[in-house]
């Protein structure tokens, strides 16, 4: 998928702009004032006065080898690392995430593993904003934490057929292909004159030159105006690869003895989400069970039917070699945030094959086509890649759920933390004084040092006084700040950014509400921040929901508090973690 707004066109004009969905409740606005008015009095009333509570792929797999683990993150004393980005890092570049050193990056490609690295590609632009197209940029990692630069491995334009877009990458172990065993070979979408075709791509250097097959286009465009971001898998189950492709409003299943001539087998189509993109299909085992696995279905959709952004649905469900039958008619999401989309997974071929039933990793791109090139970034566009995380399919509330975390290599970044426990937040707007407080309470708490960190928290309302929501605001300064919380009320989590640094000068889009469900769990909420210098993305309940989004505050501001609304919220345990800066290795 290619979507790099045009030179003089408006951000995202390359796309329908998403509703936002149907209008909720904000619950900032419960009283007759603006969340930033009210936050400001609520501030200066109880945070100076009484609580500051500052806080804190192919048929067969690769060699054996040790997974995730590096040097430079895990070797390394906490006082040899760096937990502010270098003084040159323009305000909005991240520690932690991946983004280009300049131009316009948007979809990641999925990544495989060889020779003792993982080799992921990303759409890049080089010509943004005076050019359009994209070509795919190489990064390698180890950990897939920390990242070095490649350069650019397919070039757009190259071969007469167009654009290069959306597709996936395999390593051909077995030589379906004819190519030699070991070639990686690529299949993605080319465009030229508004009409696009699957074409292959080779490689024969472990996926850091592609050359283009001469046979190409492999899937010449039958007619549609969408055929595009093909992904692809080897179905050990019926010795064939097999793909997914977006069809419009279908999503299109076709196999193949050898990646270039390809059989229509079926198609799951949908009316209500929009144009689909980035399809993905997997296999993965039910709560660790071997014996019990099911395929997913995922794709890029439109959710403004279902109360959502553009996201990624997905649904479990039977692949028999022929058709997809989902388990249920209505999607379920990987993330509900503002900005995760184009999402990828992956397994780990290193790992036994009831590891890689069991688990996946999955990446996205942290920005929306309702504003991805209206950012405040100056030296590069198109925001971010997220954190890479581990799925696990688990029965949550009866029904097979993607469960999501941080990757285990991220805890390597991670410095001394900060631990508190039973705090008590009082409703913010009643008067209060220091005596009011329970006396850890009111004891001074730190602030955030480093641009990056972790914040992990339960909390529950008050049985005796129970607050109707709680919430943090990160990225604290200047009068800005995004506001994470929980709505006990309706058993929600929520990320509102609309007293954010950017949001005045943002379409309606960014500064729409983002929730998702979160019931007590043992009597709490969890919630798990990875917070950057403009991303938050939040973990809720072990992961069982997710929310991604950007957020920018003040230049230098990383302030972070709390409050209660009507009523008290009990923090029953609270966890602040810098996190080391991990700059991706330049090229020079």
């Known amino acids: 998928m290619n979507r790099t707004p045009r030179p003089g066109s408006p951000p995202g004009a390359t796309t329908p702009t998403a509703p936002s969905g149907p209008a909720r409740r904000r619950p900032w606005r419960r009283r007759p004032r603006t969340w930033a008015a009210a936050t400001a009095a609520a501030i200066a009333a109880v945070i100076a006065a009484v609580l500051a509570v500052v806080l804190v792929p192919g048929p067969a797999g690769s060699p054996t080898a040790s997974t995730n683990a590096t040097p430079e993150a895990s070797d390394r004393p906490h006082g040899d690392r760096d937990f502010t980005r270098p003084d040159d890092w323009s305000t909005y570049r991240p520690a932690v995430h991946l983004t280009p050193e300049e131009r316009w990056m948007n979809d990641p490609q999925r990544p495989f ?29 180890t950990d897939l934490v920390h990242w070095r630069e490649e350069g650019v491995a397919i070039e757009k334009y190259a071969n007469g057929l167009g654009d290069i877009e959306t597709g996936s990458a395999v390593v051909d172990t077995e030589d379906t292909a004819g190519f030699g065993r070991g070639a990686v070979i690529a299949i993605l979408t080319q465009q030229a004159d508004g009409v696009q075709r699957q074409s292959l791509f080779v490689s024969t250097d472990g996926g850091f030159h592609f050359a283009p097959f001469d046979g190409n286009p492999v899937m010449d465009n039958p007619g549609e105006a969408h055929w595009r971001d093909p992904k692809v898998v080897w179905d050990d189950t019926n010795d ?5 492709l977006a069809e ?45 696995t099911t395929w997913v279905l995922a794709a890029g959709v439109n959710g403004a039917e279902h109360g959502m952004t553009t996201g990624t649905a997905y649904w479990t469900g039977a692949w028999d070699g022929e058709r997809f039958a989902a388990d249920a008619a209505e999607p379920a999401w990987l993330d509900r945030g503002a900005d995760f989309y184009a999402a990828v997974t992956w397994d780990d071929p290193r790992r036994p094959e009831a590891e890689r ?44 759920t993607l469960v999501s975390s941080p990757v285990a290599a991220l805890d390597g970044l991670a410095g001394e933390p900060e631990v508190r426990s039973d705090l008590r937040v009082p409703d913010a707007a009643a008067p209060r004084s220091a005596a009011d407080l329970d006396p850890d309470a009111s004891a001074e708490l730190p602030q955030p040092a480093s641009d990056a960190y972790r914040l992990t928290v339960e909390v529950a309302p008050d049985p005796d006084d129970p607050a109707s929501e709680v919430r943090f605001r990160v ?7 995004a506001a994470v919380g929980v709505d006990f009320a309706t058993g929600t ?5 609309d007293a954010d640094a950017a949001a005045a000068a943002m379409p309606d889009a960014y500064r729409a509400v983002r929730t998702t469900p979160a019931p007590l769990r043992d009597g709490v909420v969890t919630l ?22 950007l957020v920018f505050g003040a230049p230098g501001a990383n302030g972070l508090s709390v409050e209660s609304v009507d009523g008290t919220t009990e923090v029953r345990s609270l966890r602040l973690t810098p996190l080391a800066v991990a700059p991706v290795a330049r090229r020079g």
């Open 113 to 141: 593993w060889l020779d003792g690295r993982w080799h992921y590609y990303y759409l890049y632009n080089a010509d943004y904003p005076e050019g359009n197209g994209t070509e795919w940029y190489h990064a390698t990692s």
């Open 240 to 244: 064939e690869w097999l793909m997914v």
């Open 248 to 292: 419009g409003r279908k999503i299109g299943f076709y196999t193949s003895p050898d990646l270039k001539a390809w059989t229509y087998r079926s198609g799951f189509e949908r009316d209500d989400l929009g144009i689909l993109e980035c399809p993905d299909l997997f296999r993965m085992s039910l709560d660790g069970d071997p014996a019990k």
């Open 357 to 400: 039933l069991a688990s996946r990793y999955a990446i996205g791109w942290l920005n929306n086509w309702a504003y991805a090139g209206a950012l405040p970034t100056d030296d590069w566009h198109g925001g971010a890649d997220s954190i890479v995380r581990e799925l696990e399919l688990r029965t949550v509330d009866g029904r097979p």
């Open 475 to 481: 990225k604290e300064g200047d009068g800005s700040f």
């Open 493 to 497: 989590a929520f990320v509102a950014r």
């Open 528 to 549: 798990d921040l990875v917070v950057d210098a403009s991303s938050v993305e939040v973990f809720v309940n072990g992961g069982e929901s997710t929310m991604s989004s």
